[in-house]
Protein backbone atom coordinates (compact mmCIF):
# COMPACT_ATOMS: atom_id res chain seq x y z
CA UNK A 1 0.00 0.00 0.00
CA UNK A 2 2.69 1.96 1.05
CA UNK A 3 4.46 2.05 -3.10
CA UNK A 4 1.15 2.10 -4.53
CA UNK A 5 0.02 5.99 -2.55
CA UNK A 6 4.21 6.79 -3.52
CA UNK A 7 2.87 6.10 -7.59
CA UNK A 8 -0.11 7.44 -7.29
CA UNK A 9 1.18 10.58 -5.68
CA UNK A 10 3.90 10.90 -8.19
CA UNK A 11 1.04 10.37 -11.09
CA UNK A 12 -1.31 13.31 -9.28
CA UNK A 13 2.07 15.77 -9.16
CA UNK A 14 2.27 14.81 -13.29
CA UNK A 15 -0.87 15.77 -14.32
CA UNK A 16 -0.63 18.98 -11.58
CA UNK A 17 2.01 19.78 -13.91
CA UNK A 18 0.22 20.10 -17.19
CA UNK A 19 0.19 17.88 -19.97
CA UNK A 20 2.42 20.54 -22.01
CA UNK A 21 5.24 20.01 -19.57
CA UNK A 22 4.25 16.12 -18.46
CA UNK A 23 7.60 14.65 -20.29
CA UNK A 24 9.72 17.80 -18.38
CA UNK A 25 8.17 17.14 -14.63
CA UNK A 26 7.84 13.31 -14.67
CA UNK A 27 9.28 11.57 -11.37
CA UNK A 28 10.49 8.68 -10.37
CA UNK A 29 9.95 6.49 -7.79
CA UNK A 30 13.22 7.11 -6.22
CA UNK A 31 15.36 9.82 -7.24
CA UNK A 32 18.49 9.43 -9.18
CA UNK A 33 20.75 10.34 -11.95
CA UNK A 34 20.67 8.08 -15.36
CA UNK A 35 23.01 8.52 -18.11
CA UNK A 36 20.12 8.47 -20.71
CA UNK A 37 17.02 10.07 -21.26
CA UNK A 38 13.92 8.42 -19.01
CA UNK A 39 11.37 10.91 -19.36
CA UNK A 40 10.62 9.55 -23.03
CA UNK A 41 8.23 6.53 -23.46
CA UNK A 42 8.57 3.61 -23.29
CA UNK A 43 12.10 4.05 -21.30
CA UNK A 44 10.42 5.99 -18.70
CA UNK A 45 7.71 3.06 -18.19
CA UNK A 46 10.81 0.37 -18.06
CA UNK A 47 12.61 2.57 -15.65
CA UNK A 48 9.25 2.86 -13.03
CA UNK A 49 8.53 -0.71 -13.66
CA UNK A 50 12.12 -1.61 -12.35
CA UNK A 51 12.12 0.66 -9.27
CA UNK A 52 8.85 -0.72 -8.28
CA UNK A 53 9.80 -4.29 -8.82
CA UNK A 54 13.33 -3.60 -7.02
CA UNK A 55 11.32 -1.62 -4.17
CA UNK A 56 8.30 -4.46 -3.80
CA UNK A 57 10.98 -7.29 -3.69
CA UNK A 58 13.10 -5.00 -0.86
CA UNK A 59 9.81 -4.41 1.34
CA UNK A 60 8.91 -8.59 0.93
CA UNK A 61 12.38 -9.26 2.09
CA UNK A 62 12.17 -7.46 5.26
CA UNK A 63 8.44 -8.36 5.57
CA UNK A 64 9.70 -12.05 5.21
CA UNK A 65 12.62 -11.15 7.77
CA UNK A 66 9.91 -9.87 10.61
CA UNK A 67 7.26 -12.54 10.08
CA UNK A 68 10.34 -15.62 10.39
CA UNK A 69 11.42 -13.50 13.74
CA UNK A 70 7.46 -13.60 15.15
CA UNK A 71 6.85 -17.28 13.62
CA UNK A 72 9.66 -18.82 15.57
CA UNK A 73 8.73 -16.62 18.45
CA UNK A 74 5.38 -18.01 18.20
CA UNK A 75 6.83 -21.38 17.93
CA UNK A 76 8.19 -21.06 21.40
CA UNK A 77 4.89 -19.55 22.79
CA UNK A 78 3.38 -22.66 21.78
CA UNK A 79 6.17 -25.19 23.14
CA UNK A 80 5.86 -23.01 26.79
CA UNK A 81 1.78 -23.06 26.66
CA UNK A 82 2.29 -27.34 26.04
CA UNK A 83 5.23 -27.21 29.36
CA UNK A 84 2.16 -25.30 31.15
CA UNK A 85 -0.33 -28.10 30.36
CA UNK A 86 1.68 -30.77 31.15
CA UNK A 87 2.73 -28.90 34.77
CA UNK A 88 -1.35 -28.92 35.22
CA UNK A 89 -2.02 -31.83 34.76
CA UNK A 90 1.31 -33.91 35.83
CA UNK A 91 -0.70 -35.49 38.74
CA UNK A 92 -3.88 -36.46 36.61
CA UNK A 93 -1.47 -38.62 34.34
CA UNK A 94 -1.71 -42.45 35.77
CA UNK A 95 0.43 -43.93 32.66
CA UNK A 96 3.73 -43.14 33.98
CA UNK A 97 5.44 -42.14 37.63
CA UNK A 98 5.07 -38.22 38.63
CA UNK A 99 9.22 -38.28 38.49
CA UNK A 100 9.40 -39.43 34.93
CA UNK A 101 6.54 -36.70 34.20
CA UNK A 102 9.13 -34.14 35.62
CA UNK A 103 11.99 -34.70 34.16
CA UNK A 104 10.11 -34.78 30.81
CA UNK A 105 9.26 -31.25 31.82
CA UNK A 106 12.65 -30.22 32.91
CA UNK A 107 14.04 -31.46 29.56
CA UNK A 108 11.36 -29.67 27.35
CA UNK A 109 11.85 -26.37 29.38
CA UNK A 110 15.99 -26.47 28.76
CA UNK A 111 15.45 -26.95 25.26
CA UNK A 112 12.87 -24.11 25.08
CA UNK A 113 15.74 -21.84 26.84
CA UNK A 114 18.33 -22.95 24.52
CA UNK A 115 16.07 -22.68 21.28
CA UNK A 116 15.24 -18.70 22.54
CA UNK A 117 19.09 -18.30 23.13
CA UNK A 118 20.06 -19.38 19.61
CA UNK A 119 17.28 -17.41 18.54
CA UNK A 120 18.47 -13.99 20.15
CA UNK A 121 22.31 -15.00 19.02
CA UNK A 122 21.00 -15.10 15.19
CA UNK A 123 18.70 -12.28 15.65
CA UNK A 124 19.81 -9.70 17.95
CA UNK A 125 22.27 -7.72 15.83
CA UNK A 126 19.32 -7.57 13.20
CA UNK A 127 17.07 -6.33 15.78
CA UNK A 128 19.74 -3.97 16.53
CA UNK A 129 19.95 -2.43 13.18
CA UNK A 130 16.59 -2.51 12.67
CA UNK A 131 15.98 -0.53 16.04
CA UNK A 132 18.18 1.98 15.06
CA UNK A 133 17.13 2.71 11.50
CA UNK A 134 13.67 2.76 12.88
CA UNK A 135 14.33 5.44 14.97
CA UNK A 136 16.33 7.77 12.70
CA UNK A 137 13.62 6.76 10.06
CA UNK A 138 10.63 7.68 12.50
CA UNK A 139 13.12 11.26 12.92
CA UNK A 140 13.67 12.10 9.62
CA UNK A 141 9.78 11.36 8.58
CA UNK A 142 8.21 13.33 11.26
CA UNK A 143 10.67 16.47 10.85
CA UNK A 144 9.46 16.04 6.99
CA UNK A 145 5.46 15.99 7.54
CA UNK A 146 5.82 18.76 10.42
CA UNK A 147 7.74 21.05 7.75
CA UNK A 148 5.59 20.34 4.62
CA UNK A 149 1.64 20.05 6.37
CA UNK A 150 1.35 22.73 3.64
CA UNK A 151 2.31 20.10 0.41
CA UNK A 152 -0.43 17.40 0.24
CA UNK A 153 2.25 15.36 -2.33
CA UNK A 154 4.76 15.37 0.62
CA UNK A 155 2.23 13.96 3.14
CA UNK A 156 0.55 11.29 0.78
CA UNK A 157 3.95 10.03 0.17
CA UNK A 158 5.76 10.54 4.16
CA UNK A 159 2.68 9.43 6.03
CA UNK A 160 2.32 5.40 4.70
CA UNK A 161 6.24 5.12 5.19
CA UNK A 162 5.76 6.61 8.79
CA UNK A 163 2.85 4.30 9.64
CA UNK A 164 4.65 1.09 8.23
CA UNK A 165 8.37 1.78 10.21
CA UNK A 166 6.47 2.31 13.02
CA UNK A 167 4.38 -0.61 12.84
CA UNK A 168 7.62 -2.17 12.06
CA UNK A 169 9.24 -1.07 15.24
CA UNK A 170 6.03 -2.12 17.28
CA UNK A 171 6.01 -5.83 15.79
CA UNK A 172 9.56 -6.56 16.81
CA UNK A 173 9.14 -4.58 20.02
CA UNK A 174 6.11 -6.95 20.73
CA UNK A 175 7.49 -10.04 19.93
CA UNK A 176 10.16 -9.25 22.88
CA UNK A 177 7.33 -8.28 25.01
CA UNK A 178 5.17 -11.49 24.32
CA UNK A 179 7.81 -13.77 24.80
CA UNK A 180 8.92 -12.67 27.84
CA UNK A 181 5.43 -12.73 28.97
CA UNK A 182 5.05 -15.76 27.92
CA UNK A 183 8.04 -17.45 29.76
CA UNK A 184 6.49 -15.92 33.31
CA UNK A 185 3.61 -18.30 32.66
CA UNK A 186 5.66 -21.56 33.44
CA UNK A 187 6.23 -20.10 36.74
CA UNK A 188 2.63 -19.45 37.16
CA UNK A 189 1.55 -22.48 36.03
CA UNK A 190 3.80 -24.36 38.64
CA UNK A 191 2.44 -22.43 41.48
CA UNK A 192 -1.05 -23.29 40.00
CA UNK A 193 -0.28 -26.86 39.95
CA UNK A 194 -1.17 -29.85 42.71
CA UNK A 195 2.42 -29.48 44.20
CA UNK A 196 1.42 -30.07 47.65
CA UNK A 197 0.31 -34.01 46.50
CA UNK A 198 4.11 -34.29 45.25
CA UNK A 199 6.62 -36.35 47.28
CA UNK A 200 9.70 -34.89 48.55
CA UNK A 201 12.01 -35.79 45.92
CA UNK A 202 9.57 -34.65 43.18
CA UNK A 203 8.94 -31.35 44.94
CA UNK A 204 12.24 -30.45 44.88
CA UNK A 205 12.55 -30.99 41.18
CA UNK A 206 10.01 -28.89 40.61
CA UNK A 207 11.21 -26.30 43.26
CA UNK A 208 14.22 -26.00 40.36
CA UNK A 209 12.03 -25.89 37.71
CA UNK A 210 10.56 -22.61 39.18
CA UNK A 211 14.18 -21.04 40.23
CA UNK A 212 15.08 -21.65 36.73
CA UNK A 213 12.14 -20.00 34.72
CA UNK A 214 12.35 -17.04 37.13
CA UNK A 215 14.74 -15.67 34.50
CA UNK A 216 12.41 -14.70 31.89
CA UNK A 217 13.40 -15.49 28.22
CA UNK A 218 14.00 -11.94 25.95
CA UNK A 219 14.62 -11.04 23.14
CA UNK A 220 17.46 -7.69 22.73
CA UNK A 221 18.98 -5.17 20.53
CA UNK A 222 22.30 -6.47 19.85
CA UNK A 223 22.18 -7.25 23.84
CA UNK A 224 22.24 -4.03 24.70
CA UNK A 225 18.28 -3.77 25.41
CA UNK A 226 15.47 -5.90 26.17
CA UNK A 227 12.68 -5.59 23.22
CA UNK A 228 9.65 -4.75 24.93
CA UNK A 229 6.63 -2.12 24.88
CA UNK A 230 8.69 0.22 27.33
CA UNK A 231 11.56 0.02 24.12
CA UNK A 232 8.93 0.70 21.90
CA UNK A 233 7.74 4.01 23.77
CA UNK A 234 11.80 5.02 23.98
CA UNK A 235 12.00 4.70 20.11
CA UNK A 236 9.14 7.15 19.82
CA UNK A 237 9.83 9.20 23.11
CA UNK A 238 13.88 9.44 21.17
CA UNK A 239 12.56 10.39 17.44
CA UNK A 240 10.10 13.12 19.13
CA UNK A 241 13.00 14.85 20.90
CA UNK A 242 14.98 14.58 17.74
CA UNK A 243 11.96 15.99 15.98
CA UNK A 244 11.94 18.88 18.37
CA UNK A 245 15.62 19.82 17.89
CA UNK A 246 15.96 19.51 13.91
CA UNK A 247 12.46 21.65 13.93
CA UNK A 248 14.02 24.13 16.03
CA UNK A 249 17.25 23.82 13.79
CA UNK A 250 15.56 24.21 10.60
Same mark, same amino acid.
Given at each position: ????????????????????????????????????????? @?? %??? &?? +??? =?? $??? !??????????????????????????????????????????????????????????????????????????????????????????????????????? @?? %??? &?? +??? =?? $??? !????????????????????????????????????????????????????????????????????????????
Amino acid at each position: MTLILLGTSNVLAQKSAGSDQADEERQLFVKMRLPFEYSVS @PT %YEI &VI +ITQ =FL $LQY !TLAIMAGMLNIFIVTLILHIAGQIEIMCQGLLEMLVAKDKPHIATLRDLVIKHQRIIKFADNIENVFCYTALLQFLSNTLVICFLGLLIVTSLDSNEVLIKAI @PY %YVV &VN +IEA =FI $LCF !TGEYLSSKSRSITQSAYASLWYKLKPAESRILMLLIVKSQKLLTMTAGKFVDLSLESFTSILKASASYVSVLHAMY
